[in-house]
């Protein structure tokens, strides 16, 4: 992917590479799965009031414009975000069991406290 054709005045790059709204701490992605869900730019505009329906549409134009490059940037972006969605499920993986294990040890420090 070229980024430079998905660049735009009305687009920012965030510190981790994400493509938000200028002025907005709105991901384009948001956007354009509506979009592709088949909401209308006043519907997506309605859903998102920090983005004015004018630039909406104009995002919306982008898109078209420089589709290829846009869906390989979803296409990146959720692969990111399933991998760490992955990853936190691998982390909790028995976060019950050592949580209730840990309760099991307090609860039978405190009751050898109380002489039980």
Do not use: C, W
């Amino acid at each position: 992917m070229t980024s430079t054709t998905i660049e735009s005045d009305q687009l920012e790059r965030d510190a981790r590479g994400i493509l938000r709204v200028a002025g907005t701490r709105v991901p384009i992605d948001n956007l354009l799965h509506e979009f592709l869900a088949g909401a209308s730019p006043e519907e997506i505009a309605a859903s998102y009031p920090t983005v004015p329906l004018a630039n909406v549409y104009s995002l919306i134009g982008h898109y078209l414009a420089n589709r290829t490059e846009f869906d390989a940037y979803l296409r990146t972006n959720e692969r990111d975000r399933d991998a760490l969605i992955e990853a936190g499920r691998r982390q909790q993986s028995g976060l019950r069991q050592r949580l209730l294990s840990r309760l099991k040890s307090q609860e039978a420090g405190s009751a050898s406290l109380l002489g039980g």
